[in-house]
């Protein structure tokens, strides 16, 4: 039912999550040989992905690290993995390259549980409980979440609550619904229960006072779906004056990122620009949505300082980071990685899914270029607006359509979770 919070009895899964201190000592433990590995997910190949990990092997002969500990390390930018799924312990070779976070989303968990049947024994138990499909999805997504956070949990405990941290969205049916949104994130960070998960809530207008409630609850946010500067500026100022209204004395352990979404605006604009089809737009392809990422960290220099930030900093708050989403390249004609390469810079966030991370891991350059060529990124931005393409429009555009593609996943889900459960009901009666 459209709307509605799953409520829960308690925060425990029908199937018992793994051993948290099994997961947290192979979390601590891991440290592969360099070589590639082909994780399969029940029968589904992941990405090769290089596994080099800091450390010794068993020789004693030092391994080889990878780029993103080099990102980390050398330009302060953390490389997360924008896709989970069952078991989470494929997370760890990724974890040994050097990803220091998950996020998650709607549509990662309809392929994860559409196509594995990693997720068949839990669901059974769930529905042989009296579960309906909605609460069923829900106690799916909380194990994986929770198991997930256990193995970063190091990561987290190592720099003190600054990264490690493990993505789940609220319900994508109250994107346009605030108080929903509120209740729905207050029960996610209550059932997950888990110091290092990051409750997501999209950018509409509409949930820009539920992220300002939420931290003012205390509760650490990733805000998603951001496709303009204007929204961002406006999800600066919620996280701040949700810091501000909290009455905590001890503000270092609520945080948030700002998921600035990359890719899917150069192909609205590109698209835009072929239409134009004069030689000034079409130089200008490919170009819009590092500009506007630019211009997106620059107002985060501006907003994250001065006195009012600073009486923050004093209780212990913490800038809300900026999080490259969206960073696989669609058009074959781009590079790579297009989306990860000129958006490097401390204090900053950039999650990859497999296309983008083995990219970059293959041949990724580590250097800081968030704050090189910004005058360049201004006149770009200026020329779009020239051409008649609406930033504005843009943002809304996209928005939408991200709202709507959750939507369509989650409901899609949902349905084949109902029409799976009515089949085993059937079948137990038989």
């Known amino acids: 039912m459209a709307g509605t919070v799953p409520k829960l009895a308690a925060p425990r899964p029908a199937a018992a999550p793994l051993p948290s201190q099994s997961l947290r000592s192979a979390a601590l433990a891991f440290a592969p040989s360099a070589r590639r590995f082909r994780v399969s997910i029940s029968g589904r190949a992941r990405s090769p992905v290089i596994a080099m990990a800091s450390g010794k092997e068993g020789n004693g002969a030092a391994t080889k690290r990878t780029t993103l500990h080099d990102l980390y390390d050398l330009q302060g930018q953390s490389p997360w993995y924008d896709n989970l799924c069952r078991p989470v312990t494929d997370l760890l070779p990724y974890i040994a390259n050097g990803v220091r976070g998950v996020t998650s989303n709607p549509t990662i968990f309809e392929k994860a549980i559409s196509s594995s049947n990693a997720y068949d024994d839990q669901f059974k138990q769930l529905i042989s409980a009296g579960k309906d499909a909605e609460s069923a999805y829900w106690e799916l997504v909380i194990k994986d979440i929770q198991d997930a956070c256990k193995l970063f949990e190091p ?93 905590l004395s001890d503000l270092s352990r609520v945080t948030s990122v700002a998921s600035f979404f990359v890719s899917r605006v150069d192909s609205l604009i590109d698209k835009n620009l072929e239409k134009i089809g004069t030689p000034e737009a079409l130089a200008l392809r490919g170009k819009a949505a590092v500009a506007q990422a630019k211009l997106a960290n620059q107002l985060y220099l501006k907003k994250f300082s001065g006195p009012r930030w600073e009486a923050l900093v004093k209780k212990g708050a913490k800038k809300q980071r900026l999080l490259w989403a969206s960073t696989s390249v669609k058009n074959p004609a781009y590079s790579d990685t297009l989306y990860v390469d000129p958006l490097i810079g401390p204090d900053t966030v950039s999650t990859m899914p497999d296309q983008a991370l083995s990219a970059f891991l293959d041949h990724g350059t580590v250097a800081r270029t968030i704050d090189a060529n910004v005058s360049e990124a201004e006149g770009i931005y200026s020329a779009l607006e020239k051409l008649g393409i609406s930033w504005e429009e843009v943002g809304k555009q996209l928005e939408h359509e991200g709202v709507t593609s959750f939507k369509k996943s989650f409901d899609s889900l949902l349905t084949s979770l109902t029409e799976k459960g009515n089949a085993l009901k059937t079948a137990a009666n038989l």
Not at 196 to 207: G, L, R
Not at 209 to 235: C, D, H, K, M, W
């Open 155 to 247: 990561i987290y405990d190592e720099t003190d609550g600054a990264d490690g941290y493990v993505s789940v969205e609220v319900s994508p049916r109250l994107a346009n619904e605030t108080q929903g949104t509120v209740e729905a994130a207050k029960w996610l960070h209550k059932v997950v229960n888990r110091p290092n998960v990051y409750i997501k809530i999209p950018a509409t207008a509409e949930c820009v006072p539920s992220i300002q409630e939420v931290i003012a609850n205390g509760i650490s946010v990733n805000v998603t779906l951001i496709f303009s500067v204007a929204r961002y500026e406006a999800v600066i100022d919620a996280y701040i004056a949700g810091l501000e209204s909290s009455g």
